[in-house]
């Protein structure tokens, strides 16, 4: 798989990211192919290395946005080249982990044995569990935008005084760094229930599953392109 480039910026992003989706569309009609035809040691085979890529993909998207914007959190939770549509299933700069669950259910839940669903009920509850923490941490952190002197600040419609720049820039990268760290919470866990799910999961049933959300991720970006054209003006 090529390597992906790390020279983008904020502003110009999108053309990546329209890219990047150009990519994941191959990557689904690669995977919807192999999971139609599976049965053969060559196409399992085939599928062990397609389900890499696609996780590959994934992970140089995250890598790349962490590069390109400079770690600047307030884009990551915000992203800019997304939909509005999009920025709903945005949890903590990516997506909420627990959501592969029902994912899983309406993609392949009629193929999981007995023990693969104990075990993925198992991890649902843990990973909600981990979930609730982050969510605390970070509201937590978000609190501190109310408290002096931000609040002051704000009060006065964000006119500065002399003396207060300084402290005010410490207070603001203080914030900043606070939610980074929540964000790089957020991504290991998002890494780590990723990895447990296809360790559960037999291949085959990885593959569809990668489909499901490659599907997901391109509906709604396409639905939310869609959504966000301006309605035409009436005339008067």
């Known amino acids: 798989m090529a390597s992906t480039s790390t020279s983008q910026t904020p502003s110009n992003f999108n053309p990546y990211y329209e890219n990047w989706l150009i990519q994941l569309q ?129 009060k006065r419609g964000g006119t500065v005084v002399d003396g207060e720049a300084t402290d005010l820039e410490s207070i603001i990268d203080g914030l900043k760094n606070s939610m980074m760290s929540m964000v790089e919470t957020a991504e290991h866990l998002r890494g780590s229930t990723v990895r447990k799910i296809l360790d559960i999961l037999r291949q085959k049933q990885s593959v569809k599953l990668l489909a499901a959300v490659a599907q997901f991720h391109l509906q709604a970006r396409k639905l939310g392109l869609q959504m966000d054209i301006p309605s035409p003006k009436k005339d008067k």
């Open 26 to 154: 191959n990557f689904l009609e690669k995977l919807n192919a192999i999971s139609s035809s599976y049965g053969e040691d060559e196409e399992e085979n085939k599928s062990s290395e397609l389900v890499t890529q696609v996780l590959d993909h994934y992970q140089d998207y995250y890598r790349e946005i962490f590069n390109s914007t400079n770690r600047d959190v307030f884009l990551l939770v915000s992203p800019p080249w997304y939909t509005s549509l999009e920025k709903t299933f945005l949890w903590i700069a990516g997506f909420k982990p627990s959501t592969l669950f029902p994912t899983i259910n309406y993609s392949i839940g009629s193929e999981l044995t007995t023990e693969q669903g104990e075990k993925l009920k198992r991890l649902k509850a843990e990973t909600k569990r981990e979930e609730k923490v982050i969510e605390k941490g970070m509201a937590k952190v978000q609190e501190r935008v109310a408290a002096p002197p931000i609040f002051e600040l704000m």
